[in-house]
């Protein structure tokens, strides 16, 4: 399938390349990437992601040339979908999609749907971008420093800073092969985790002050509201990454980050550590995502939502985990 991929890429001409909503390190990074060595074998691209781009994301290169509407009526030989498991996540580039007769699927999400023609789903892989550096070899194409800074912060970003049980063997060469390219490892870590506004640690401080832990401290929850936000004058954009407080919790097996949206809508992240699997726990609610790190959405006001996922959640943990 990587050949067949590599050829499609290098045989065609015009490509449309899209990720997930509500993007991530190796969301922006995958999409860079594959942007940046197309444009480097003379393709047109138009690289688009429905959300804003994250602040501590926008230092990548190429991510400033992603845009947020599909220009004119442009007719596509190939999309590519990128870290995405279900076309819905994709947004309003879903009605374009329609129309391209050729989609290319690149995912590592356990729960990925298959729904291109071409479908290449890893979920051994620690991020999208470390099947598209092997995409790229097969092509094969060198890789540029900027493509390289965009490769390297998606495994970055997407391992936990080579952290979580995907930081395999394969993934820290690529991340020390990217190095080699002229990467600076303390050039990007200051850009991702030093970048922080005191309105975003001000959010964090009421954030951390809502910390809950059930099931004897197996379970440890956090919550945003949107009177938080407004409080601080942030937006849900400064809360990536909090899930992150309770999860390193010593005795915590879930974590669970609550975050309310606008829309009567609560955004669910999930972690863990261990055998909980949150990418099943996501899955009864329509979500998805990976062993120790998964997401949903669900409806209902922010106090009802945590109430009966906390339930579910302290129940899944009982039974599913011993
Ligand atoms: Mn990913």
Redesign the pocket.
């Given at each position: 399938m990587i050949a067949a991929i590599a050829r499609e890429l290098r045989n065609n001409e015009r490509f449309l390349l899209t990720t997930h909503v509500n993007p991530?390190g190796?969301?922006i990074g995958?999409l860079g990437a594959l942007s940046l060595v197309l444009e480097d074998l003379g393709k047109k691209v138009v690289a688009y992601c429905q959300d804003e781009i994250p602040g501590f994301l926008r230092f990548l290169p190429y991510s400033d040339r992603i845009v947020r509407e599909i220009p004119g009526r442009d007719r596509f030989d190939v999309a590519v979908v990128l870290?995405c498991g279900e076309l819905d996540r994709i947004g309003n580039a879903n009605e374009v999609l329609r129309h391209v007769e050729k989609i290319i699927h690149i995912?590592?999400?356990s729960s990925s749907d298959d729904f291109g023609q071409l479908n290449l789903v890893l979920p051994g892989c620690s991020?999208?971008?470390e099947i598209l550096y092997e995409i790229f070899q097969a092509i094969p194409a060198s890789l540029s420093l900027e493509a390289a800074e965009n490769i390297y912060t998606?495994i970055l970003t997407?391992t936990g800073s080579f952290r979580f049980a995907n930081t395999t063997a394969r993934a820290l060469d690529i991340a020390a092969e990217m190095v080699g390219l002229g990467v600076a490892p303390d050039k990007i870590a200051s850009e991702v985790y030093d970048s922080m506004s005191p309105e975003r640690l001000r959010l964090l401080a009421l954030s951390l002050n809502t910390l809950t832990l059930r099931a004897s401290g197996r379970l440890a929850t956090m919550q945003v509201s949107r009177r938080m936000l407004e409080e601080t004058e942030t937006t849900v954009m400064d809360t990536d990454g909090f899930v992150n407080y309770p999860r390193g919790i010593n005795t915590a097996e879930m974590a669970i980050f609550f975050r309310e949206m606008d829309s009567g809508k609560v955004n669910v992240s999930l972690r863990s550590r261990g055998r909980v699997n949150v990418a099943e726990f996501a899955r009864n609610y329509d979500g998805g995502g990976h062993h120790n790190a998964a997401a949903f959405r669900a409806e209902g006001s922010l106090t009802e939502v945590v109430e009966k996922i906390l339930a579910a959640a302290e129940e899944f943990i009982a039974g599913g985990s011993q």
């Open positions: 991530d190796d969301a995958s870290d995912d590592h999400h991020s999208t971008a998606a997407d």
